[in-house]
């Protein structure tokens, strides 16, 4: 008898038949000032789960992690480990040059808040029109309390997303 099982451990989906969500990218220069911002995102979907639109009590500029210079992106696919992501051939020029990066991005079905993760490069290549792929896992190594929030939000990113295929199927 043949039995389907789940390959990996996370969910995975590909956004082949989304309207891919821009991804910003920085460099992490030190990656222990992440643990406010990763705090702030956390409360910016708490808030937004609970409806409260009220004005925001700190702008994103005002409680950044150390970066380098952004780089923009578009989500390729999406799971509760890490991320790839399509960096057009104009941006790709450092995109390589660091191991951890500080990652921005709304999730499919979700443009209230963006997600905000710090994510390590683990692979790269070039595609055949010049873009650069990223592959990247999540990193929590520096607030290893953010891992259930991050992969609680991808999950039902990703429930909705497989219903809405089904409907349509």
């Given at each position: 008898?043949v039995?389907?099982?789940?390959?990996?451990?996370?969910?995975r989906?590909?956004?082949?038949?989304?309207?891919?969500p821009d991804?910003?990218?920085?460099p992490?220069l030190?990656?222990?000032s992440?643990?406010?911002?990763?705090?702030l995102?956390?409360?910016?979907?708490?808030?937004?789960s609970?409806?409260?639109?009220?004005?925001?009590p700190?702008e994103?500029d005002?409680?950044?992690?150390?970066?380098?210079p952004?780089?923009q992106?578009s989500?390729?696919?999406?799971g509760?480990?890490?991320?790839?992501v399509?960096?057009?051939?104009?941006?790709?020029?450092?995109?390589?040059r660091?191991?951890l990066?500080?990652?921005?991005?709304?999730?499919?079905?979700?443009?209230?808040?963006?997600?905000c993760?710090?994510?390590?490069?683990?692979h790269?290549?070039?595609?055949?029109?010049?873009?650069?792929?990223?592959?990247?896992?999540?990193d929590?190594?520096?607030?290893?309390?953010?891992?259930?929030?991050?992969?609680?939000?991808?999950?039902r990113?990703v429930?909705?997303?497989?219903?809405?295929?089904l409907?349509?199927?």
């Open positions: 008898g039995e389907r099982c789940q390959r990996r451990r996370d969910y989906i590909a956004t082949t038949t989304l309207a891919l991804v910003t990218l920085w992490l030190d990656p222990r992440v643990v406010l911002a990763e705090r995102c956390q409360l910016r979907f708490e808030r937004r609970r409806g409260d639109c009220g004005p925001e700190l994103d005002h409680v950044m992690p150390d970066v380098g952004a780089l992106g989500l390729v696919n999406i509760g480990g890490g991320v790839g399509r960096i057009p051939s104009a941006e790709s020029a450092g995109a390589c660091h191991r990066h500080w990652l921005q991005f709304d999730l499919p079905g979700d443009e209230e808040a963006s997600l993760v710090t994510a390590k490069l683990m790269w290549h070039l595609e055949s029109s010049g873009d650069t792929y990223l592959g990247m896992m999540f929590f190594s520096f607030n290893p309390s953010h891992r259930r929030f991050v992969v609680q939000e991808i999950t990113a429930a909705i997303q497989q219903r809405a295929q409907r349509a199927a």
